[in-house]
């Protein structure tokens, strides 16, 4: 990624400046979802992080608050079934302290008191490689050497964590 300077007192198209877009992170085998099915309000759906890799092996697991009394929360994939109960629509995953699998997939189901369950709308989560942290952790770095204004530099990151990092060229000034 470039930086591009719109010409002062000329039309341009916008492609003029952006090069090709690298693909956006699609992995044909995996179960994960376009949308976050978010339809029915009686639903504790996943909410973050939902058909994602993450780099944190602990993370914050949160979901679409149906002002339950309490939650069970159940992640499950990969020699691993770990839960928890909450009265919180959110709650840790010790990640550190389970055998977490690089590129496994993890299953999050939510549960209600009132019986209400993200099951019939199954997500997760996979977990980034360590070399696959690194590389992001290198292009952020990358990002923030541009000293871009802060709306830039939140755009460059946002298409940085939406695309696949081991095919978008290096940040350069």
Known sequence: MSLWKVPAGKETVIQQGCGPRPDVIRRLSSRTTRSRSGENPTISYLISPRSTAVLERQLRLRWHNIGAASYRVRVWGNQVDWSIETDEAEAVFPGGSQPIRPGGYYQVEITSN?????KANP????FLSHEGVKQV??????????ALNRESEVLALAYLYQSDTSKLPPFKN
């Open 114 to 118: 009132t019986g209400a369950s993200s």
């Open 137 to 146: 952790q290198q292009r952020v770095g990358e990002i923030t050497q541009l």
């Open 123 to 126: 997500v997760g989560f996979t």
